[in-house]
């Protein structure tokens, strides 16, 4: 079991440009979320799937940030024109169902300069 | 609307001492309160979980938490630290949902742990 994979570790990207991040959840687990990491906010949630269909992205800024997850081994996290205050650790999570225990990767550390 | 609050963002403690990190929560539903741990640039392991039962849960090396409902509290205590025990503790609530949990973490503002010699 090598728990929950995220790529790359760390990304630098220009401001206005797209970064995408990758979840690969443990396999079986049927519940993936992505949270953000910032020193100012602390831990924040972003977005949550069960079985691959969005249950709650009551967390997403609702411009130039999107998920999906199109099938069951891995979600993206997808963020379009990037700009400085995008920086932070990205975290994504798996669950079993969502009712259970939740395992977190080691996160994506994005600067965007 | 929940909420939790960790109200030492910074605790200092002497290796082989004891530790007692505070939480306080705020839940409309049914609480089910967790314990993380993070490292430096690594991501959270769960030290323990409570659900239901027991107030007091056991969890690795030698954390326990104690729930109150009375209070709305979730501490965190360990008898004796050892100094890779520092870190960053989180107090996390996820509340009840439909079919259970909610599936939404909320997170404690986290208290930076630091053991000296």
Redesign the interface.
């Given at each position: 079991n090598a728990g929950?994979i995220q790529t790359p570790r760390h990304k630098v990207t220009g401001k206005g440009q797209e970064a995408t991040l990758w979840c690969e959840p443990i396999s079986g687990h049927s519940?993936v979320?992505w949270?953000r990491q910032t020193i100012v906010q602390?831990?924040e949630?972003l977005t949550?799937f069960?079985n691959q269909a969005p249950?709650?992205d009551?967390?997403m800024p609702k411009e130039r940030f999107s998920a999906q997850m199109p099938n069951q081994s891995h979600s993206t996290l997808k963020i379009q024109s990037t700009q400085p205050q995008d920086s932070a650790v990205y975290?994504c999570?798996s669950?079993r169902d969502?009712?259970?225990?939740?395992?977190?990767?080691?996160?994506t550390r994005l600067l965007v300069i | 609307a929940q909420s939790v609050t960790q109200p030492d963002a910074r605790v200092t403690v002497s290796e082989g001492a004891s530790l007692q990190l505070r939480c306080k929560y705020s839940s409309s539903g049914t609480p089910y309160l967790f314990w993380y741990v993070q490292y430096p640039r690594q991501g959270l392991q769960l030290l323990l979980k409570y659900y239901s039962g027991d107030p007091v849960v056991q969890g690795v090396n030698g954390f326990e938490a104690e729930f109150s409902k009375s209070n709305s509290s979730f501490h965190l205590r360990k008898a004796s630290v050892h100094w890779s025990d520092s870190a960053v503790y989180f107090c996390v609530l996820s509340a009840e949902g439909t079919g259970g949990l909610s599936g939404k973490l909320t997170f404690g503002e986290g208290t930076q742990v630091t053991v000296i010699s």
């Open positions: 929950v519940a979320f949270y602390g831990l949630f949550y069960r249950i709650d009551s967390g975290l999570a669950s969502g009712n259970s225990d939740y395992t977190f990767g080691s996160g | -």
